[in-house]
């Protein structure tokens, strides 16, 4: 069982910038795709961003291209997710996700993922 752990969520401005990391306890994750989704209230949880296991090549939900970003450390054991230029509508729960063997057509997928964090609450509000 892969437990994942993310960290980093807080109340920032609009405009202001924050950093998520995951990590799980058994320094696997570069074994894994890892992706991030968040989930507002009275919302579907959507997808924002993924890097695959190999090659890290990175995907990202049209709303947050250019502002987020997504990336491994140099020792592959945590994911972090650079949010700059943050929206009040960026406000939500957001989760570390990883799975093994997803194929591209399926990485903005949430059912694609086996494994789940218990979410880190981002706020973005004046």
């Known amino acids: 069982q892969v437990q994942l752990v993310e960290s980093g969520g807080e109340l920032v401005q609009p405009g202001g910038s924050l950093r998520l990391s995951c990590a799980n306890s058994e320094d696997t994750l570069s074994a894994y795709t890892v992706g991030w989704f968040r989930q507002a209230p009275g919302e579907e949880r959507e997808f924002v961003a993924a890097i695959r296991r190999t090659g890290g090549h990175t995907y990202y939900a049209d709303s947050v291209k250019g502002r987020f970003t997504i990336s491994r450390d140099n020792a592959k054991t945590t994911v972090s997710l650079q949010m700059n230029m943050l929206k009040p509508e960026d406000t939500a729960v957001y989760y570390c996700?990883?799975?093994?063997?997803?194929?591209?057509?399926?990485?903005?997928?949430?059912?694609?993922?086996?494994?789940w964090g218990q979410g880190t609450q981002v706020t973005v509000s004046s």
């Open positions: 996700a990883a799975g093994g063997g997803i194929i591209l057509s399926s990485i903005r997928n949430s059912h694609a993922y086996n494994y």
